[in-house]
């Protein structure tokens, strides 16, 4: 009965707080932080990424994430000022016993603001499903019993915004600005005890800096959080070598020190591993946490594609 009580006042705590799915390779992952970032490469109007997260291996039912990214950007046949994009995203975010699965529309518009310079607007718009894996916990439990197995709440709309060049990008998104509780659409319907879900924020800003033989360095920085939370702080320091190889180091608060490798496989087909070592109090019992991308991604520049004066390419490689 403590196991069951621990578990139900931490996923309260967590629900409250409502965190959403981070990832180490978050410039790699662009679009999943920030509905304006697809379709702000124009040489390579295909993207499709998928990738999961596995946070404290060794620990049982700890946290796993994954994602799916399909995009695609309208190029314009001739000289252009704006463009656009529109895709699909859809992740999945289990903790414990809590499942919460997200699907989502996107769209952006592009507008170039200087000659070298575009700034973008998108917007996701999908819904969640709140869903109980009440097989691993006590059915006969009242709080188990008179719960909600799954619903939907919808609409989920999440807007944001970029600013991006051949050297640097900024972005901003909001995230749960139109589902403030967690409770079904239209319907009394909930998980557990009621809670509230804050809109979060998710800003990130980076500089990229040429170096000698060919490696080109990238620095970047997220930050995200709520008006009822201290922000979480996460620095990204990457080096691209010959446009095949990539690796870096990332450090997440006072909880990850994290590696990164990244290879370009063929064309655009890249590859991504992460790996984080935690440093905080379940370092001992939790020492890692491992993460994979794969997909078809400007990560690492382009090649191969036909360039015109026009061409803007965003803040990758």
């Known amino acids: ?86 895709g699909v ?15 989502y529309a996107c769209y952006a518009f592009h507008l170039l603001i200087t000659k070298k310079t575009e700034m973008s607007v998108g917007v996701f718009a999908g819904a969640k499903q709140f869903y109980i894996n009440s097989s691993i916990l006590d059915r006969n439990d009242p709080a188990v019993a008179s719960s909600a197995r799954s619903f939907f709440a919808y609409p989920d709309v999440v807007p944001g915004i970029r600013i991006n060049n051949k050297k640097f990008f900024a972005d901003l998104s909001i995230w749960q600005v139109s589902i403030l509780k967690q409770k079904g659409y239209f319907s009394s319907k909930q998980i557990g005890s009621p809670s509230q879900l804050p809109p979060h924020y998710i800003f990130s800003i980076g500089r990229k800096f040429k170096l000698p033989l060919e490696n080109k360095l990238l620095v970047a920085l997220n930050v995200r959080g709520n008006y009822k939370s201290i922000p979480n702080f996460e620095i990204n320091v990457m080096n691209y070598w010959y446009k095949r190889f990539a690796y870096g180091l990332s450090v997440r608060g006072k909880n990850f020190i994290c590696g990164i490798f990244q290879v370009r496989i063929i064309n655009n087909l ?14 001992k019992p939790a020492l890692n946490s491992a993460e994979i991308m794969i997909g078809v991604s400007p990560v690492f520049g382009t090649t191969g594609e036909r360039k015109s004066k026009s061409a803007v390419d965003d803040c990758s490689f």
């Open 270 to 283: 890249v590859m991504g591993f992460a790996y984080d070592m935690s440093i905080n109090k379940m370092s």
């Open 1 to 86: 009965m403590k196991k069951l009580l621990y578990i139900f006042i931490f996923c309260s705590v967590e629900l409250f707080a409502q965190q959403l799915p981070q990832y180490t390779q978050f410039i790699f992952n662009k679009t999943g932080y920030n509905p304006a970032a697809g379709g702000t490469s124009l040489l390579s109007p295909t993207e499709i990424i998928f990738g999961a997260r596995t946070q404290w291996i060794g620990v049982n039912n700890n946290p796993k994430v994954a994602f799916l990214n399909v995009h695609y950007t309208f190029i314009p046949q001739r000289a252009y000022k704006n463009w656009h994009s529109v």
């Open 89 to 103: 995203y859809f992740d999945q975010d289990r903790n414990g016993a809590f499942i919460d699965n997200s699907l």
